[in-house]
Structure formats: C-alpha cells, structure tokens
C-alpha cells in the first residue's frame, strides 16, 4: 500500500521528526511522496534489513505516511458512501484496507487503511504523495456535521515488523493479542499511542501510530529493548522488497489512477454489494464486461532482474508492462507485477519474455505471494 516510489522533482522535502536519529544511524536518504526517508541505512544494507524482517524484527519509520481524521455525526455512513470497500463489514477497533476510485473513471486515486473508532469517528492512512488529494474530495463531498481533517505532520508512524515483533511489543507492555487488522490503545515512555495490527511486510507485526512530539522518546524504548531482540532499522528499500514478495501493490505503478481495482486483482477490496461508493458504476461495467488487462506476478526462469516500465512480450507481440520489479533476497531471483493483455488468455506457469535493456529474459506467469505470508 505505502508509496516508495522516488520522487526527484520535489523540491521541498518534509522530514520525519525522527530524522536526526537516521542521519545518526548513517541511513541514505531518497524522497518519498514528498518526504525525504530512509532507503537503507550503514552496516547493513538493503540485504540485511530484508532478512532481518523475514527472520527476527525490523522497525521502519513510515512518518511519511498521511493521516487524516474524518468526525461527526454519520462520519462513518459517508467515508462507507464514498471509499470502496464496505465499513459495515466490520466494527469499532476494526482496520480495512480500501481504495478512493474515481467516480468518473474507476481509476484508483489513492489506496487507504481505514481504522474505525465509533460511528462519528474514522482515521485513515492514505499514502504520502495523495493524502492532500484525498483530503480534498472528502472535503468536498462531505455533509453538513462531518469534518475532515488533514493531520499529516501530527503522527509519526512506525512499523514494527517480524516474526519477534510481538515479543519486542510485549517487553515495552504494550498490547499485541488483538487480531489482525484491529488496533488497540497502549502507552510507552509516557506517550500515548496506538498500536495496529497492520503492515506491509507479509509478517507478523504492528504499526505504531505515535503523536510527532514523542516519536523520538518511542523509537528509543523500542531500540533500548530491541537489542535483546536482533532489532534492526530498516529503510524504505526493505519495504520495498518485502511488499513485492507478498505482491502487495504499490499506488503509482500496481495501482493508479489509470489502473482500476478490477484491473490491479483488488476486487477483494470492493463493496459490490453497497449502494454508493465513487467509481461503483463503471467499476461494476468492468468487471462484468471482463477488464483488458490484469495484474498478474512474474518469476524469473533466467538470471535477470525486471524494473518497473520493462515490456513483456509473447514472442513479437507485445503483452503488457511490468508495474513493479525487484531482486527477491528470500527466492534469491527477479520477481515482478505486471499488466498483462486478457487476449491473448495467460495460464500461470506459461512463459513469456521481459525486454531487459535490449536482451529478452524468460520469465513464468504465476500467482502471488512469491512467499508464503506470516501476518497472522
């Protein structure tokens, strides 16, 4: 879902309040949906902070992530009438992954993790670079009595992710048996937080949700317990890595506002059955008519590395474009998503070819995850 796409016409980068802490750590910094964040940080590498994950903990600072809080009578009612998947699914303490479509179009704008509070009161995490964007048509669609509020710089947000995320929680006392996709109230070093079990990693693990003024006091406690755990800092290179693994997708290559729902295999996060939600139209024309293309997962035969914008091709014919493409450290061989052409009809497992700066590679159709997920 978060958006680690590099940014380099930004001109102004925001900056975590926890960024003298990376700068200590020797991180690289890259900007992010307008922020400038950790890729990856010394003595270690992109390497060593994927495995870290994947084997022990690993915590990232995803401060760049938006916030924004929508209250007021029937609050809950309208974000359900507006955002793709259907609220009434679930109840307060609950979180939903969902998506803000275009009504016009069915393109997505922006994919989101809802948390709902009560019925006046939801706080959603859009990605970085949209959060304005989705701020903005909230605003104006919203009625009389509910406000929309635009709290980016207010949280700093940090994914503690792994197989021991739970144990290096448990030894700061705060919460980590609440079910998956649910969030819960804790406190460390005096600062209230909240504690979501949520990421973006296919492991075990929480996302702390952290008022900016006690970030720096929270990613200390969590260091100072860490060190019993194998904790490591990890950059937005290492999200990166673990996302595609799992075939999460990422908004601005896997999701767009070119790219639909039905398109990108996100039917799943879709109330077809709600009366009103933007895009509901077309969307639904889509997926009963059957979309052109679909997002489908590619592995390596050959020893080449697909990136994102690389041609698949069926023999001449050109069959559709990788939208995401890295190094797999856990497969140890490239791994893609990409937008593949409904005609001719793709089985997994057939072969095709990516055009890899001039030179054609085999790759496999197949079904993501490329690694089996652990969140639960």
């Known amino acids: 879902m978060t958006d680690v796409t590099l940014d380099a016409a930004a001109t102004r980068l925001r900056r975590s309040p926890l960024h003298e802490r990376h700068t200590a750590l020797g991180a690289k910094f890259a900007p992010f949906g307008g922020w400038e964040m950790p890729l990856e940080y010394a003595g270690g590498g992109v390497l060593k902070e994927h495995t870290a994950v994947r084997t022990a903990v690993g915590v990232f600072d995803v401060s760049h992530l938006g916030k924004a809080r929508v209250t007021g009578p029937g609050a809950a009612e309208f974000v359900n009438s507006c955002l793709s998947n259907d609220l009434g ?29 009560a019925d006046d009161h939801v706080f959603l995490i859009p990605n970085a670079a949209n959060t304005a964007e989705v701020v903005r048509r909230l605003r104006a669609a919203a009625p009389a009595g509910v406000t929309v509020t635009d709290e980016h710089e207010g949280y700093a947000v940090l994914a503690v992710q792994g197989p021991r995320s739970a144990e290096l929680l448990g030894a700061l006392g705060l919460p980590t048996g609440h079910d998956y996709m649910s969030f819960s109230g804790g406190a460390v070093a005096g600062a209230e937080l909240t504690v979501c079990r949520t990421g973006y990693t296919g492991e075990l693990g929480y996302e702390l949700v952290v008022p900016a003024k ?125 937008l593949l052409e409904t005609d001719p009809k793709l089985a997994d497992g057939d072969l095709v070819e990516v055009d890899i700066r001039g030179r054609r590679a085999q790759m496999r159709v197949t079904r993501p995850p490329f690694v089996q997920p652990s969140v639960r």
């Open 89 to 117: 699914r679930i109840g307060p303490g609950r979180a939903q992954y969902t998506l803000c479509c275009d009504d016009a179009t069915g393109g997505v704008v922006d994919d989101i993790i809802a948390y709902l509070h």
């Open 214 to 338: 006690h970030a720096v006091a929270v990613w200390d406690a969590l260091f100072a317990a860490g060190e019993g755990f194998d904790l490591r800092a990890c950059g937005l290179g290492a999200r990166d890595t673990l996302r595609t693994e799992m075939g999460y997708p990422l908004h601005g290559q896997d999701l767009s506002p070119e790219i639909t729902p039905v398109q990108a295999r996100s039917g799943w996060a879709v109330g077809w059955d709600k009366p009103a939600f933007w895009g509901r139209d077309v969307l639904l024309a889509e997926k009963a008519a059957g979309p052109a293309r679909t997002l489908r997962g590619l592995e390596a035969v050959d020893r080449a590395i697909p990136r994102a914008g690389m041609a698949v091709h069926v023999g001449d014919a050109r069959v559709g474009t990788i939208t995401s493409g890295t190094f797999s450290p856990t497969r140890k061989q490239g791994i893609a998503l990409a």
